[in-house]
């Protein structure tokens, strides 16, 4: 069988050892698998499961590492290298998951969005005692911006987590051969 375009703006192509399965999910159409082979998911299993999560791991690294960096500054390089290798260890130990990864990283990201703000203000603090309209400004825009970032990165992280261990804690919907989804019937309340 050939790889077939459908109606979507993408064509799919499949390995051509394999064009047997080359199919695509429509937006109101049913699940039709697009793996080479029965029980493959596409593209998970070209790298792996355990690649997947270690790439994942990098990224995150990166992500909350830049974020302290930028919390602190440029002044202590291995100060920033020893947080990338705390924060990677921490998200080697805690996370079994991408999405677990992704929750921990972001809850991270949210948190040093919390400690910008009264960094900010005990380092203006420190230069002198009564700020200036600048600095004034600066703080300001440091509370606004921090606080504003903190929470959408905590609430971001908040959804993941959520969407991370409901999937580990076993679903109580059961997905058939077909692709559709059977959930158990809702009890009906009594009087």
């Not at 047997?20 to 029965?38: H, N």
């Not at 805690?94 to 809850?107: D, G, K």
């Not at 600066?138 to 999937?167: E, H, M, N, P």
Request: hydrophobic fraction near 45%; charge should be positive.
């Amino acid at each position: 069988m050939n790889c077939k375009r459908y109606s979507i703006p993408l064509v799919l192509r499949c390995p051509p050892s394999s064009c047997s399965r080359a199919f695509t999910r429509t937006l109101a159409g049913p699940l039709i698998d697009i793996a080479p082979r029965p029980g493959q998911t596409w593209p998970h299993d070209v790298l792996g499961h355990y690649d997947m999560i270690l790439l994942n791991l990098f990224l995150c690294v990166i992500v909350t590492t830049v974020g302290f960096w930028i919390l602190w500054g440029a002044e202590w390089p291995l100060v920033i290298a020893g947080w990338a290798l705390v924060a990677g260890g921490f998200l080697w130990w805690r996370a079994r998951s991408v999405a677990e990864l992704w929750a921990w990283a972001t809850l991270g990201l949210g948190l040093e969005s919390f400690i910008w703000p009264i960094l900010v203000m005990t380092q203006l603090k420190q230069v002198s005692e009564t700020p200036s309209d600048e600095e004034l400004g600066t703080i300001l825009s440091a509370v606004v911006f921090g606080l504003f970032s903190s929470v959408f990165w905590i609430s971001f992280s908040y959804g993941l987590f959520k969407r991370a261990w409901k999937s580990t804690s076993g679903s109580a919907s059961i997905t058939t051969s077909d692709g559709k989804t059977s959930r158990p019937a809702k009890r009906n309340k009594a009087g």
